[in-house]
Structure formats: C-alpha cells, structure tokens
C-alpha cells in the first residue's frame, strides 16, 4: 500500500524550483484558465522540467504528483521524463480514487519514445489499471508503426475500461473500414451490452464518413471526367484593358 507524506510536498517542490532559479516558482500547482478573471501564471514549465522529473520519484502525496505530471506533459519533458513517470506510473496507476493515475497516464504517453513501445502497450493492456490506462490507450496512434499496436488494440475494443479510446485509436492506426469490421465483431461477442452499444453507435459514425468520402470522390471523378469530355481545364474570357 502506498504511504502519503505529511510532509508539505507543494511547498517542498516550490523550494527546489526556486533553489534552481525557476521562473514563477512560487506559482507551480497553480492553473489559469480564464485571464480576464485571474492573472496569468508566471510559471515556466519549461525550465522547471529537469527539476520536477528530479522530484517526482521523491514524491508521496497524490495531489503533488497530479500536479508534476500535468507540468511534465509540455514538449519539454519528452522523452527525458519518461523513465520517473514510467515508474510513477506503476506504483500510482492503479489507484482509483482521485485522477493522479490517469494524470501520470497522459504525461507519460506524451513523453513516451517509440523505443519504448513495449513498456507503453504493457501498461495499456494490463487491466490492473483500469480506467487509468484511457489516455495511454488513446495515446497509442503515435505508436502506429509498431506491429503490436494494431494487435494491442483490437483486443482493447473488447475492454470494457478502454473500449471507447480503443476503438477511437483503432480507427487512427487501421483506418474506418478496417475499424468497422472489428466492431462488428464486438457486436457480435458482446449482445445486448455496453460494448455493443458504444460498437454500434461508433460504426454509425464511421459509416457516415465513409459515405461522405465516397460521395465527395464521386462528385470529384465526374467533375474530372466533364473537364476531360469538354477538352479540359475552361478558360477565362479574355478582360480587354
């Protein structure tokens, strides 16, 4: 079971950061959405990186780690914090109260080198994580070029934790109509359920798609072929000056 400090941990970070010399140390943990109502943070996610992926393995309490890993999503941080949010992972993910899994899942997708694909697609298909794996699995297109992807991916359309991210990634790595046949194969394992609902419903909108493309293709070759039978591109009247 995992042990939360007493300690001020927030207060700790923001130590380190401005022991470092980091811009807006005082600010971090603070998230601005709306300027007009809030000031803007001076915080300088950047240069804090190096240090926050430093303290990450330090840290214990849940709502410190959320914080770094929301920090640790900017380009920055990839792909040097992805060995601490790797290991933060494992020993946060699977814990459901609270979002500092699927916080760490999301950085840690971000941050991921194609190296380390593996490491990634084990985590997304372990159920032990749960729900924490959504944005991991939804992260798995940067991964397209990996054979085990396209694999990884059709059993998670069957899962009921990631389903509806795995079948958006699906679509991502193998196309709509790949995509479609899949789905209809959850349908078919799994009637009258969740899963047939969400195969179903994302079938009717890939289906419209394909439709669209279709029609829109058609539209172009009869354009082309009208073009060709009239003897090619028209010509702009000639504007007298």
Do not use: C
């Not at 943070?41 to 240090?51: E, I, N, R, W």
């Not at 593996?118 to 372990?126: F, K, N, Q």
């Not at 699995?137 to 992807?149: D, I, N, Q």
């Not at 694999?151 to 998670?156: G, P, S, V």
């Amino acid at each position: 079971m995992t042990v939360v400090s007493t300690t001020d941990e927030r207060a700790l970070v923001r130590r380190l950061l401005a022991d470092r010399s980091v811009a807006g140390a005082e600010d971090f943990g603070r998230f601005v959405n709306d300027h007009r109502y809030f000031g803007t943070s001076s915080f300088d996610s950047k240069a804090a990186t190096p240090v926050l992926i430093e303290a990450l393995p330090r840290l214990t309490d849940p709502g410190v780690i959320e914080i770094v890993a929301l920090h640790l999503k900017n380009p920055a941080a990839r792909p040097a914090a992805f060995g601490a949010l790797h290991s933060s992972f494992l020993e946060w993910g699977a814990v459901r109260r609270g979002r500092v899994g699927w916080q760490l899942g999301q950085a840690l997708v971000n941050a991921a080198p194609i190296r380390e694909a593996s490491l990634v697609l084990g985590i997304a298909t372990d159920s032990v994580y749960g729900t924490n794996r959504q944005p991991v699995v939804l992260g798995l297109p940067r991964f397209r070029r990996v054979p085990e992807t396209e694999r990884a991916l059709r059993e998670l359309i069957h899962d009921i934790d990631v389903a509806q991210q795995a079948m958006y990634a699906l679509r991502r790595v193998a196309g709509p109509q790949l995509t479609i046949e899949a789905l209809e194969d959850v349908r078919s394992a799994h009637p009258d359920s969740t899963l047939e609902r969400l195969a179903r419903r994302e079938i009717r909108k890939m289906s419209r798609t394909l439709r669209r493309h279709e029609a829109d293709t058609a539209a172009d070759t009869a354009t082309s072929d009208a073009l060709s039978a009239a003897g090619g591109e028209p010509q702009l009247d000639a504007i007298s000056a």
